[in-house]
T-cell receptor, first 111, second 114 residues
Framework: KNEVEQSPQNLTAQEGEFITINCSYS?????LHWLQQHPGGGIVSLFM???GKKKHGRLIATINIQEKHSSLHITASHPRDSAVYIC?????????????FGKGTKLSVKP | DAGVTQSPTHLIKTRGQQVTLRCSPK?????VSWYQQALGQGPQFIFQ???????QRGNFPDRFSGHQFPNYSSELNVNALLLGDSALYLC?????????????FGSGTRLTVV
């Protein structure tokens, strides 16, 4: 069974700051998901990546398969980025089947 | 292109009752997974359906059952509701034949058991 650890658990930033959220997992995988959840809301998929780096707007996700580690970066953070960010990996290491979720990082960006 | 659609969005039930939640997967997706997210916790896997059969199951009691229809839509049924079943229930769809194409999540159904 895969295990996922995220850090930090809580993060408060000022608008405009560069944000980094980290995720480590225990079993080798072929893909990792970064997800966003606003309070009381459903989950939105931000990235699914299997190697290297992906960028979407101000969001950048990187993964190091050998180190079993991924990071989510937010450049020029904005109050609307305030949400819980969750990384998730396949439970049995493959790319299908059920996902195991980290406990999430609660981000609050102050104006 | 519609994503994953879940209904209803909110639901209040009484302890002991039964509830059915519904999920329509994203177009082109044939696999549906259900998750339970208690307040302040990460989602927990309930089960996954493919070709109208339960393909995998998490650590949930038999009170939780499901079904998948020929059009790939799915239902989650919970019998004999307990207060602890109050949670956000998330549905996710994916294409089994393209394992790196990933998941699409619905917005969830918030179930409150009173």
């Amino acid at each position: 069974k895969n295990e996922v650890e995220q850090s930090p658990q809580n993060l408060t930033a000022q608008e405009g700051e560069f944000i980094t959220i980290n995720c480590s997992y225990s079993v080798g995988i072929s893909a990792l998901h970064w997800l966003q959840q606003h309070p009381g809301g459903g989950i939105v998929s931000l990235f699914m990546l299997s190697s290297g780096k992906k960028k979407h707007g101000r969001l950048i996700a990187t993964i190091n398969i050998q180190e079993k580690h991924s990071s989510l970066h937010i450049t020029a953070s904005h109050p609307r980025d305030s949400a819980v960010y969750i990384c998730a990996v396949p439970n049995y290491g493959g790319s299908q089947g059920n996902l195991i979720f980290g406990k999430g990082t609660k981000l609050s960006v102050k104006p | 292109d519609a994503g994953v659609t879940q209904s209803p969005t909110h639901l209040i039930k009484t302890r002991g009752q039964q509830v059915t939640l519904r999920c329509s997967p994203k177009s082109g997706h044939d696999t549906v997974s259900w998750y339970q997210q208690a307040l302040g916790q990460g989602p927990q896997f309930i089960f996954q359906y493919y070709e109208e059969e339960e393909r995998q199951r998490g650590n949930f009691p038999d009170r939780f059952s499901g079904h998948q229809f020929p059009n790939y839509s799915s239902e989650l049924n919970v019998n004999a509701l307990l207060l602890g079943d109050s949670a956000l229930y998330l549905c996710a769809s994916s294409p089994l034949a393209r394992p790196n194409y990933g998941y699409t999540f619905g917005s969830g159904t918030r179930l409150t058991v009173v």
